[in-house]
């Protein structure tokens, strides 16, 4: 059976109130497409886990689909502070739950390893491990042996998690190319279901031919969303870089909020197809090899 | 916009690139992560110079890049030109940092205190915070895992340089003194390189002691613009070394021909 559906599809499947974990690293590789159907569906409660992330958690946030936001890092880089998280925190519109990167991977490890924990450095002797002392979620411990200081990450369930990849087939097998830089072995690995929004569907001889460069078995996809330039306005290395001039643009209109709504309607929400959307921003579509 | 050094035929990133890579040896194996222009530059400079062998892996992925100039962002493809290996983040990155592989870090924060740690999650309480920053990040646990710490900042002022955190992102040497050895930590900060002086850290205490002056920049100077008492070394604070021709010509013209280190002035 096929795994391949619409953006709009594999949005309407993730229901209000999920924990969903989203791709990517900052500017690079986040499923934009997938996320931008998630605010035009107008989802609620929404729990983000995101472990170095900007653009997707910053529309998710705008487009009031969040509850909570978990992360080690939001930000648009030497670009500017994410706008609406920064002031969604700051008034308490928004939950966050404070970690580092290395923290929510070990979390999300956990969770992938049926574990009770993962141990770390990570985060001993900063005041991130005071703000779990309540729920213990991660925790300063000692080994009994050993006297040596740890911190146990528990298991962190995952509902769904987006990823953004180059190719795959509609049994679900999905690759990044060249190979994957970056951490989202670690949400999928963690997630219940992942759903992949991918440049292209190829033939599964794609795979079996070069099976090696297979990033996803079949078995952790469970849906392919196919959106070229679906990453956009972050990169598809090494298919296109991120949009230094929509990022600007972006947080120039943030500094108004009236600007603002009517930049993220006209340029993010608005747009009724991701292929509308790219017409909107300018970009080219069918370049990528 | 930086400014000229007086004195010295350069501008003040180009001092702060060339403090930073002279601190880099052939045994450093370093990586970068956001907004890290300085330090970047400074682990081309020195492989061009005097640390041919020295490891960087740019955006902590891209082993031995070598690009040929340096975009708007320090995590991004742009960098990874002429890499030898691009590693994966999780398997690769991760237990070359936890396993002190990778032996040197330059972090920052949007405040560091005395004995280097940094804050990069609010301003103000947490709980209400006046700003909300990006938060820790990666910088958060490498400073938990890296022996070779080094911190820079463009901007030394009393609001950068406090006394008391406002929230501990990530440690450099904790509360100073053994704390680390306690804490079965690695090392710790060896230097912080601002646009008035270096910084290196008092053995006993760990906090910041003035290792050299800027040309032009006096130590009441450095004092007034910082929010902690500044220790000053026995003896004469000496000058920070003047930038060879050479080492200003291969970062002007091979290193950073487009200037992307002037985004953090």
């Not at chain 1, 170095?52 to 969040?66: I, N, R, S």
Request: overall charge negative.
């Amino acid at each position: 059976m096929s795994k391949i559906t619409t953006l709009e599809k594999a949005a309407a499947s993730i229901p209000d109130g999920s924990t969903v974990a989203i791709g990517g690293l900052s500017m690079n590789s986040a499923p934009m497409a997938l996320v931008r159907e998630l605010v035009r569906q107008e989802k609620k409660d929404l729990d983000l886990v995101a472990i170095v992330a900007g653009m997707a958690v910053d529309w998710l946030v705008a487009g009031g689909c969040v509850r909570r936001v978990l992360a080690g890092l939001v930000s648009f880089e030497g670009l500017g502070l994410a706008p609406n998280f920064r002031a969604a925190v700051q008034s308490g519109a928004v939950a966050i739950e404070e970690y580092s990167e290395h923290l929510l991977i070990c979390r999300l490890q956990a969770q992938s390893y049926n574990l009770p924990f993962m141990p770390t450095r990570a985060g001993l002797g900063t005041d991130v491990l005071g703000l779990h002392a309540e729920s213990g979620a991660v925790r300063e411990e000692k080994d009994g042996p050993t006297g040596e200081r740890y911190v146990a990450c528990t298991r962190l369930p995952v509902d769904v998690a987006l990823v953004h990849a180059h190719e795959a087939d509609e049994r679900g097998n999905t690759r990044v190319n060249p190979k994957l830089v970056w951490m989202d072995n670690e949400i999928v690995n963690a997630a219940s279901r992942t759903v992949a929004s991918v440049e292209r569907v190829v033939d599964t001889a794609v795979f079996t031919a070069e099976p090696e460069r297979t990033t996803y078995p079949r078995f952790m996809i469970d849906t392919v969303a196919p959106a070229p330039q679906g990453a956009y306005p972050c990169s598809c290395f090494p298919d296109y870089s991120h949009d230094s001039d929509f990022f600007m643009a972006y947080s120039q209109a943030a500094r108004d909020r009236e600007t603002f709504t009517q930049f993220f309607q006209e340029r993010v929400a608005g747009p009724e197809t991701w292929e509308d959307f790219l017409a909107v921003n300018n970009v080219a579509t069918g370049v990528s090899a | 916009m930086s400014t000229p050094v007086p004195g010295y035929d350069c501008t003040m990133d180009e001092l702060m690139v060339v403090a930073f890579s002279r601190a880099m040896s052939n045994d450093t194996r370093a990586f970068n992560g956001a907004v890290s222009f300085i330090p970047v530059c400074g682990y081309m400079l020195a492989r061009r110079t005097h640390a041919p062998e020295l490891v960087w892996a740019a955006s902590s992925i891209a082993v031995d890049a070598d690009p040929g100039e340096i975009g708007d962002s320090t995590l991004s493809d742009s960098l990874w030109g002429g890499a030898s290996m691009l590693s994966n983040s999780p398997f690769d990155f991760w237990t070359f940092a936890q396993g002190a592989r990778y032996n040197t870090f330059a972090f920052r924060g949007a405040q560091m205190d005395a004995y280097g740690n940094v804050n990069n999650t609010v301003i103000g309480p947490y709980d209400n915070p006046k700003v909300r920053l990006p938060g820790g990040g990666g910088m958060a646990d490498l400073g938990a895992m890296i022996p070779r710490i080094y911190l820079w900042s463009s901007t030394h002022n009393p609001r950068t340089f406090v006394e008391h955190l406002h929230f501990r992102s990530g440690i450099g040497w904790g509360d100073g003194g053994d704390h680390r050895e306690r804490m079965a930590m690695p090392g710790g900060p060896q230097l912080c390189i601002t646009n008035l002086c270096v910084f290196d850290f008092e053995p006993a205490s760990k906090r910041m002691r003035l290792a050299s002056l800027h040309p032009g920049v006096t130590a009441e100077q450095v004092q007034e613009a910082t929010g902690f008492e500044v220790l000053l070394p026995d003896g004469d604070v000496p000058t920070t070394a003047q930038p060879t021709d050479d080492e200003l010509h291969i970062l002007r013209t091979e290193v950073d021909p487009t200037s992307a280190r002037l985004r953090e002035f």
